[in-house]
């Protein structure tokens, strides 16, 4: 029985490591682990011939939050420099001669970040939230896996007197919140000490009393570990026996009872489902004319809400403008008690953006909207349905409550996050149409299922285009089987505790 439920879940791990379009199943075979800190916790040693040999067993979760076959650099955070870090081998050596478990890595480590950065909400070299981000990948990857520990290489940036004096109550206070926030207690937490090649030695004797002052952590020696050259990183070999000693201080601390307690997935908030009938939300993309021509007085025939998720869609030519509503057109919309959701300024691909770029275009809708009469919207769609984690946090920060992307599955609201709500999208091909038709009739009472229409027709783009017959068809399908045809906005109001 219990090989069988083994082979299952693997199967399943598989294939929904294989697509994400597939509902995420926490697998107890995949454990992850947290890598956080800087540089030498990064990497910096040169790249090899072994750093290319991937092994089908260990994945990390790159800078898109997918999971992808792991080799170093396992880092990103400074891509030119980025090279062999501890990551690969403390796998290695954890995984042994098991096959029946995955490792995933969580890369998150910050070259030349001080423990003060390792903080919620503070900010380092303006773009990164170290803290932050580590929190939301490390809770994009409990969506898939179980995290099992937390590897910390951090020190060089605070090896002077005055802040190693600060730095044992600092790092405690981190492992608390780390435990906290990644709701587990006993998560075994492994530091490292510093190379013993860097000038001054204030840090390793602080790191090293961790153990004494909070339970479930370890430090791994550097003693005999050579630099590259610089006085700071761990040369190749140096940095490969590093994680082999982080693997043996981990294997030791989870034996001493580490019980990993349930997880919670990020973002995932919405704990309820649908009270009774199905629900269905419509969201209309891009701000085509037949929006307001077409489909707005259709939708107030049948009774039914809808969101229309609007940017300034760039033109190829002025004669373009034809195809889009103009702002006066948007606010009536609203003004005809639609939600009116946010698409990007621009309709830009939010996993290209940083952090500012993103804010910048967000907030560009939000003046739009503000100009004309039209709340701030709370519901966003991503732009080609592409969403990363950044992209996530950023919608959080800016006040955003429900977040759309592609993915042609059904919206649980306890397996997805409520910033990335899949969706079906309709078009005119063939496949496309059975696909959304098939999602329409197969769903049953407290499921959920979102639609992503473009225009009804669409002229602009002829690939995305929905018949006016074809979309009244679902138009009364939905009314003669009494689902709920709502907006983004008031998903809240139709689920129910239970
Ligand atoms: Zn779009």
């Given at each position: 029985?219990?090989?069988i439920?083994?082979?299952?879940?693997?199967?399943?791990?598989?294939?929904?490591?294989?697509?994400?379009?597939?509902?995420?199943?926490?697998?107890?075979?995949?454990h992850?682990?947290?890598?956080?800190g800087?540089?030498?916790?990064?990497g910096?040693?040169?790249?090899?011939?072994?750093?290319?040999?991937?092994?089908?067993?260990?994945l990390?979760?790159d800078?898109?939050?997918?999971?992808?076959?792991?080799?170093?650099?396992v880092?990103?955070?400074?891509?030119a420099?980025?090279?062999?870090?501890?990551?690969?081998?403390?796998?290695?050596e954890?995984?042994?001669?098991?096959?029946?478990?995955?490792?995933?890595?969580?890369?998150?480590?910050?070259?030349?970040?001080?423990?003060?950065?390792w903080?919620p909400?503070?900010?380092?070299?303006?773009?990164f939230?170290?803290?932050?981000?580590?929190?939301?990948?490390?809770?994009?990857?409990m969506?898939?896996?179980v995290?099992?520990?937390?590897l910390?290489?951090?020190?060089?940036?605070?090896?002077?007197?005055?802040?190693?004096?600060v730095?044992?109550?600092k790092l405690?206070?981190?492992?608390?919140?780390l435990r906290t926030?990644?709701?587990?207690p006993?998560?075994?937490?492994?530091?490292?000490?510093?190379?013993?090649f860097?000038?001054m030695?204030?840090?390793?004797?602080?790191?090293?009393?961790?153990?004494?002052?909070v339970?479930?952590?370890?430090?791994?020696?550097?003693?005999?570990l050579?630099?590259?050259?610089?006085?700071?990183?761990?040369?190749?070999?140096?940095?490969r026996?590093?994680g082999?000693?982080?693997?043996?201080?981990?294997k030791?601390?989870?034996?001493?009872?580490?019980?990993?307690?349930?997880?919670?997935?990020?973002?995932?908030k919405?704990?309820?489902v649908?009270?009774?009938d199905?629900?269905v939300?419509?969201?209309?993309?891009?701000?085509?004319?037949s929006?307001?021509?077409?489909v707005?007085?259709l939708?107030?025939?049948?009774?039914?809400?809808a969101?229309f998720f609007?940017?300034e869609?760039?033109?190829?030519?002025?004669?373009?403008?034809?195809?889009?509503m103009?702002?006066?057109?948007?606010a009536?919309?609203?003004?005809?008690?639609?939600?009116?959701?946010?698409?990007?300024?621009?309709?830009?691909n939010?996993t290209?953006?940083?952090?500012?770029?993103?804010q910048?275009?967000i907030?560009y809708i939000?003046?739009?909207?503000?100009?004309?009469?039209?709340?701030?919207?709370?519901?966003?769609?991503y732009?080609?349905?592409?969403?990363?984690?950044?992209?996530?946090?950023?919608l959080n920060?800016?006040?955003?409550?429900?977040g759309?992307?592609?993915?042609?599955?059904?919206?649980?609201p306890?397996?997805?996050?409520h910033?990335?709500?899949?969706?079906?999208t309709?078009?005119?091909?063939?496949?496309?149409?059975?696909r959304?038709?098939?999602?329409?009739?197969?769903?049953q009472?407290?499921?959920?299922?979102?639609?992503?229409?473009?225009?009804?027709?669409?002229i602009?783009?002829?690939?995305?285009?929905?018949?006016?017959?074809?979309f009244?068809k679902?138009?009364?399908?939905?009314?003669e089987?009494?689902?709920?045809?709502?907006?983004?906005?008031?998903?809240g109001?139709?689920l129910?505790?239970?």
């Amino acid at each position: 029985m219990k090989k069988i439920k083994i082979v299952l879940s693997i199967c399943m791990l598989y294939s929904a490591l294989q697509s994400h379009s597939q509902k995420d199943i926490v697998d107890s075979n995949f454990h992850v682990y947290l890598l956080i800190g800087q540089s030498n916790m990064a990497g910096r040693g040169l790249l090899d011939a072994d750093s290319k040999s991937l092994n089908p067993q260990i994945l990390m979760l790159d800078s898109l939050g997918q999971w992808v076959a792991a080799a170093d650099p396992v880092h990103f955070d400074k891509p030119a420099s980025a090279g062999v870090g501890p990551a690969i081998s403390f796998t290695k050596e954890i995984l042994g001669n098991n096959k029946n478990i995955k490792i995933g890595l969580i890369p998150c480590a910050l070259g030349g970040s001080p423990i003060k950065v390792w903080e919620p909400d503070a900010v380092y070299l303006k773009v990164f939230h170290p803290y932050n981000d580590a929190i939301l990948r490390a809770k994009l990857a409990m969506q898939k896996g179980v995290l099992k520990g937390i590897l910390w290489h951090q020190g060089e940036s605070d090896n002077d007197s005055l802040p190693s004096a600060v730095y044992m109550r600092k790092l405690k206070i981190l492992i608390s919140r780390l435990r906290t926030d990644l709701r587990n207690p006993n998560l075994p937490f492994v530091a490292g000490e510093i190379g013993y090649f860097n000038k001054m030695d204030y840090i390793n004797p602080v790191i090293n009393q961790l153990p004494q002052q909070v339970p479930y952590t370890a430090v791994v020696s550097a003693k005999g570990l050579a630099d590259k050259g610089d006085h700071l990183h761990f040369d190749t070999p140096s940095a490969r026996e590093l994680g082999k000693r982080y693997a043996d201080a981990m294997k030791k601390l989870q034996t001493v009872g580490n019980e990993a307690k349930p997880m919670t997935r990020l973002f995932a908030k919405i704990k309820n489902v649908p009270a009774k009938d199905p629900i269905v939300i419509l969201g209309f993309d891009d701000a085509e004319i037949s929006h307001y021509t077409i489909v707005a007085p259709l939708l107030k025939k049948y009774g039914f809400d809808a969101t229309f998720f609007v940017c300034e869609m760039p033109w190829k030519s002025p004669a373009d403008s034809v195809y889009y509503m103009k702002w006066p057109q948007i606010a009536e919309l609203y003004q005809m008690g639609f939600e009116i959701g946010n698409h990007t300024g621009h309709h830009k691909n939010m996993t290209k953006l940083d952090r500012e770029g993103m804010q910048k275009e967000i907030g560009y809708i939000e003046a739009r909207c503000k100009e004309y009469g039209i709340p701030k919207p709370i519901s966003f769609a991503y732009p080609g349905n592409r969403a990363d984690s950044l992209s996530q946090v950023v919608l959080n920060e800016m006040g955003y409550r429900y977040g759309r992307q592609g993915g042609s599955k059904y919206y649980d609201p306890k397996q997805d996050g409520h910033l990335v709500i899949p969706s079906y999208t309709m078009g005119s091909a063939e496949k496309l149409h059975e696909r959304t038709w098939n999602a329409l009739k197969n769903l049953q009472p407290r499921q959920i299922l979102a639609f992503t229409i473009h225009g009804v027709p669409d002229i602009a783009h002829p690939d995305y285009t929905t018949s006016v017959e074809i979309f009244t068809k679902f138009l009364q399908y939905m009314k003669e089987h009494h689902f709920k045809v709502i907006a983004m906005r008031d998903l809240g109001k139709h689920l129910t505790s239970d």
